[in-house]
Nanobody, 125 residues
Framework: QVQLVESGGGLVQPGGSLRLSCAAS????????MAWFRRSSGPEREFVGA????????HYGTSVRGRFTISRDNAKNTMYLQMNSLEPEDSGIYYC??????????????????WGQGTQVTVSS
């Protein structure tokens, strides 16, 4: 059973930066695409971005494109989310997820098999 743990959230001023980490244990996720989602309000999670299994390709949701960057270190079984130029609208709980036994990442949360508990990001002055 794969377990994912996010870290790195916190309070940051508008225009600031944060780096989130997602550490996997209980299984090797180096062959699986991974993604970040966030929940700001309501029950649904918004797609933030995803990265393919070798880390060479990533894509992002419209609201974060150009400001956020996803990377991964398969030797450490860890994925990262570098968030720059943060805005109050970026506040929310950020979740990482892994899609097992697939080659391609997806933008819908239902495609992912394992999820972390989330880490809170608050952008406020």
């Amino acid at each position: 059973q794969v377990q994912l743990v996010e870290s790195g959230g916190g309070l940051v001023q508008p225009g600031g930066s944060l780096r989130l980490s997602c550490a996997a244990s209980g299984g090797d996720v180096s062959s699986d695409p991974m993604a970040w989602f966030r929940r700001s309000s309501g029950p649904e999670r918004e797609f933030v971005g995803a990265i393919n299994r070798n880390g060479r390709s990533s894509h992002y949701g419209t609201s974060v494109r150009g400001r956020f960057t996803i990377s991964r270190d398969n030797a450490k079984n860890t994925m990262y989310l570098q968030m720059n130029s943060l805005e109050p609208e970026d506040s929310g709980i950020y979740y990482c997820a892994v899609r097992v036994n697939y080659y391609i990442a997806a933008e819908n949360e239902g495609a992912y098999d394992y999820w972390g508990q989330g880490t809170q990001v608050t952008v406020s002055s």
